[in-house]
């Protein structure tokens, strides 16, 4: 029993839903699945305006790697899914040696499942300020690397795109690596999952803000967005429960029966959600929900995007290097 109108920023959950909806493949929309003992790794690629319109995304590339492990205290999968996670972002774009990435950690650090953009800008490896004084056995190792984390509007008072256009303008990168975080529509993806898309970002998606995007069209420069569900709004989390009810109260009930009718016309309405969103509005209708701890998962989570793009960014430093990096600064 499914539900097509349920928010999420998760290429692959939009995919789910409309093919769960339809039962045939999405026109204008392919996908690739790769499938590891610890990971999975989704690739949709909406390749045409009718998938864009579909989607209700840009056309474009969403790279989505899920993982238990990144919940748990697990050093050893979480090097192999940064080395994982660096691979594809190597695929979505080509970069030169001497090229110049600016990297935006988008968010709230006062808010803990909004604070993974500046968190992973804490544990970047950056290096445009170096210049000459890169030692001689790094050389030709490292690419020169910025970052910024320019809060949010409702304490600067500036749109952030704003401020990141004004960067770009200073510093002229060839791509920008803009990290989010991100609302899922499932539950077992909060905190477990990373998406990696090369259309860009609306800052503050995953709370329920939409602002200024920044992307190609707004920036001028390629731009790579790396996101991770942190929340899941009360009307997804009742909506799923009322999914899960309905399903065994189908299953109990005698078929064919009025009251087993009633279930099914219900579990197949697809206004349930926006029911669900009117009657918890104004006192919850804005309410997100993240799991009790989230502090610690918050600092897992940013080493493993900071370490992917240590790796991806700089070629011929190791995972190894990088920890060093982390742990002396």
């Given amino acids: 029993?499914?539900?097509?109108?349920?928010?999420?920023?998760?290429?692959?959950?939009?995919?789910?839903?409309?093919?769960d909806a339809s039962g045939a493949d999405i026109p204008g929309v392919q996908i690739q699945v790769e499938q590891d003992e610890n990971h999975t790794v989704t690739w949709v690629e909406i390749t045409d305006k009718t998938g864009a319109e579909a989607m209700g995304k840009p056309i474009g590339n969403y790279i989505t790697l899920e993982s238990d492990a990144m919940k748990e205290n697990a050093p050893e999968m979480h090097e192999e899914i940064v080395k994982v996670l660096a691979v594809k972002l190597g695929r979505l774009h080509n970069l030169s040696k001497d090229a110049v990435i600016l990297i935006i950690g988008l968010g709230n650090r006062h808010v803990t499942p909004d604070a993974l953009?500046?968190?992973?800008?804490?544990?970047?490896?950056?290096?445009?300020?170096?210049?000459?004084?890169?030692?001689?056995?790094?050389?030709?190792k490292l690419r020169d690397?910025?970052?910024?984390?320019?809060g949010v509007m409702?304490?600067?008072?500036?749109?952030?795109?704003?401020?990141?256009?004004?960067?770009?303008?200073?510093v002229k990168p060839d791509l920008i690596i803009a990290i989010d975080a991100l609302a899922a529509r499932a539950t077992h993806r909060?905190?477990?999952?990373?998406?990696?898309?090369?259309?860009?970002?609306?800052?503050?998606?995953?709370?329920?803000?939409?602002?200024?995007a920044i992307n190609e069209k707004s920036m001028g420069v390629p731009v790579i967005a790396v996101g991770v569900p942190t929340v899941v709004d009360?009307?997804?989390?009742?909506?799923?429960?009322?999914?899960?009810?309905?399903?065994?109260?189908?299953?109990?009930?005698?078929?064919?029966?009025?009251?087993?009718?009633t279930l099914v016309a219900m579990g197949q309405d697809g206004n349930r959600y926006g029911i669900i969103t009117e009657i918890l509005s104004p006192d919850a209708g804005n309410m997100f929900v993240t799991p009790k701890e989230v502090d610690a998962v918050i600092e897992r989570l940013s080493k493993i995007v900071a370490n992917m793009?240590?790796?991806?960014?700089?070629?011929?430093?190791?995972?190894?290097d990088i920890n060093r990096y982390i742990e002396a600064v």
């Fill in 234 to 261: 009360a009307a997804t989390l009742i909506n799923d429960t009322m999914d899960k009810l309905l399903d065994a109260m189908v299953q109990a009930a005698p078929e064919g029966e009025p009251f087993y009718n």
């Fill in 1 to 19: 029993m499914k539900n097509n109108n349920i928010r999420t920023d998760l290429a692959i959950e939009l995919r789910e839903n409309l093919q």
């Fill in 190 to 212: 909060i905190n477990s999952t990373i998406q990696i898309s090369d259309t860009g970002i609306n800052p503050g998606a995953g709370m329920g803000n939409r602002r200024l």
């Fill in 145 to 150: 690397v910025c970052a910024i984390s320019p």
């Fill in 309 to 320: 793009l240590n790796i991806a960014l700089h070629p011929g430093v190791t995972t190894e």
């Fill in 154 to 170: 409702g304490i600067t008072g500036i749109e952030t795109a704003e401020i990141a256009k004004g960067v770009v303008d200073r």
């Fill in 117 to 140: 953009g500046p968190k992973v800008c804490d544990k970047l490896l950056v290096t445009r300020h170096i210049g000459d004084a890169v030692p001689q056995e790094l050389i030709g």
